[in-house]
């Protein structure tokens, strides 16, 4: 497509449910990111992937916390037991190497909301 | 941990006047910044970047100023109009890695007044 692309682009759950958030990069691009922004804040990495490498998980906040992504494609953040403080904003991003200085884009989001 | 903080959480310009947002970084490896405007509801948007070896970058009506010796980065955006409002990012990633890996700024909300 065009651009890096969400869904959903807003989700409510129920504390305790697990979600599951989409991301489809940029075509061509091997490198996608995901980050969390929580309300007023900046955004937080989370994980990191580059072609066939192993991914980058030290952004991860905790075990509940796992991405998966097939080839060089989509990719899926999931969430487990979901809590009240996992509320945010989780944006995607990808870039055509992932090397630095090639131009990361990013999506419009997926607003998760824990009630 | 390290970290990329900014001075300012707010700055309030009147349309027409040049607006400086500004950032201190605490990496001393980083050599690659990018700054990023995002929208109420929107994803961040590349505006600039500039890299260690340069001290100033311009693009459309924007400029990007680095200063290593404090560490010290700044965007200057020449006529501030309304759609310029937005919060502003920047952002940091460590040179020669084999990662575009960003660290980001709290961020600066940037409200033109008409």
């Known amino acids: 497509g065009a651009g890096v692309s969400q869904s959903p682009s807003n989700k409510v759950t129920e504390k305790g449910k697990d979600v599951e958030l989409r991301c489809d990069p940029i075509s061509g691009h091997t490198a996608l990111y995901w980050y969390r922004q929580r309300l007023g804040q900046g955004l937080e990495f989370l994980i990191y992937?580059?072609?066939?490498?192993?991914?980058?998980k030290s952004g991860l906040p905790s075990d509940r916390f796992s991405a998966e992504r097939t080839g060089e494609s989509v990719s899926t953040l999931t969430i487990q037991r979901t809590q009240q403080e996992d509320s945010a904003v989780y944006l995607c991003?990808?870039?055509?190497?992932?090397?630095?200085?090639?131009?990361?884009?990013f999506g419009e989001g997926s607003w998760l909301t824990v009630v | 941990g390290e970290s990329v903080g900014l001075h300012l959480p707010t700055l309030s310009v009147q349309e027409g006047d040049n607006s400086i947002i500004n950032c201190a970084y605490s990496n001393s490896a980083s050599d690659y910044f990018i700054w990023y405007k995002q929208e109420s509801g929107k994803g961040p948007q590349f505006i600039i970047d500039i890299r260690s070896n340069m001290d100033k970058r311009q693009g459309q009506r924007v400029t990007v100023l680095l200063n290593k010796t404090v560490k010290h980065l700044s965007l200057q955006i020449a006529a501030t109009q309304p759609g310029d409002s937005a919060v502003y990012f920047c952002?940091?990633?460590?040179?020669?890695?084999?990662?575009?890996?960003?660290?980001f700024g709290q961020g600066t909300t940037l409200q033109v007044k008409p």
């Open positions: 991003a990808s870039s055509s190497n992932g090397g630095t200085g090639n131009t990361i884009y």
């Open positions: 952002a940091e990633t460590p040179w020669g890695g084999n990662t575009g890996k960003l660290i």
């Open positions: 992937f580059q072609g066939n490498s192993a991914p980058d």
